[in-house]
């Protein structure tokens, strides 16, 4: 569980620097921010896509996915958490400032979550305590979480939470998880996590189009479940 908290932290004090920051910047410089990010982002998402080796095993993980998610309301689950944090704990109350809280929960949390580093670091820290993956995914987040709070506001940092208790998760059930995953497993999962970061990309930090992106995550479960029954029949 070392690297998870450390995760968190790095999460909080990035988060909150990018607060301190947000103040002195102009709207402009924050709307670059944000377009670099999510730029960055939707890279990343094809990068990570490209590990597939077979996309139709990610395209079945993502239809299915949605299915799920969307007859499970996650995305509006997350929502829902956003207001309830925001009016828990933000005593800014004008619309547009509401928006940005829950905007910035819900993009950091899905951003911070999906990614081979998340998963694969747990994994590792649970099993070995080498927390190496995570140490390193804690830098990457703490500057992403600096750029987010700085043009998404205090919403960012409750963020921390979901990080703590998905990865912390993960790294409860390691054991059971080394015994099943295979690489082909984690390729096509990192591929299927790497479509949720398109999408993030494209709906929250870039808004060319709104997506339900929280509806996507049952994919990250699917695609390795897809593997396994297809290696069945070989």
Request: net charge neutral.
């Amino acid at each position: 569980m070392i690297g998870t908290l450390l995760n968190v932290a790095t999460i909080l004090v990035g988060g909150g620097l990018g607060l301190l920051l947000g103040a002195k910047l102009s709207e402009r410089l924050k709307d670059t921010v944000i377009a670099g990010l999510g730029l960055f982002t939707l890279v990343y998402g094809v990068s990570l896509f490209l590990k597939t080796e077979n996309s139709l095993i990610v395209l079945g993980s993502i239809l299915i996915g949605v299915l799920v998610g969307e007859w499970l309301h996650i995305e509006d689950g997350l929502m829902h958490l956003g207001i309830w944090l925001e009016g828990r704990f933000n005593n800014k109350k004008t619309e547009g400032q509401n928006k940005n809280f829950i905007k910035g929960f819900v993009t950091a949390a899905l951003v911070f979550c999906v990614g081979p580093m998340a998963i694969l670091g747990s994994i590792q820290d649970g099993l070995t305590g080498n927390y190496n993956t995570l140490a390193v995914k804690s830098i990457l987040d703490g500057f992403a979480a600096m750029a987010f709070a700085s043009s998404l506001g205090v919403g960012v940092l409750f963020s921390s939470a979901i990080v703590l208790l998905y990865q912390g998760a993960i790294t409860l059930l390691a054991g059971t998880v080394q015994n099943v995953i295979t690489t082909s497993m984690m390729n096509e999962l990192s591929a299927a996590g790497g479509v949720i970061l398109v999408a993030i990309a494209i709906s929250s930090l870039l808004e060319i189009k709104k997506i339900r992106t929280g509806s996507f995550l049952p994919a990250l479960l699917f695609a390795p479940l897809i593997v396994w029954i297809v290696s069945l029949f070989k």
